[in-house]
């Protein structure tokens, strides 16, 4: 299933998405509910990850930076 990548101990909160942002951090945007917008995204702890193709890479339940090998070519 998923490895875990870095420890960064993320304490998530409701109403934000978490993600793995294009310079390797994990960052935060708040997400959009009806009329309120979304947006606004912040860094929430550095983590450094460099990505390999061929892997999922997304913030686990615990709060760390784990990656999935991608499903392709299934049927």
Not at 3 to 11: D, I, L, R, W
Not at 13 to 37: C, H, W
């Amino acid at each position: 299933m998923a490895e875990k990548v870095a420890k960064t101990g993320v304490s998530k909160e409701k109403g934000y998405l978490y993600y793995l942002d294009k310079s390797g951090n994990v960052s935060r945007s708040k997400m959009a509910r009806g009329a309120n917008k979304g947006g606004n995204a912040e860094v929430v702890a550095s983590a450094g990850v460099k990505r390999e193709s061929g892997w999922l890479y997304f913030v686990d339940k615990d709060g760390d930076v784990s990656r999935a090998k991608m499903a392709r070519g299934r049927k």
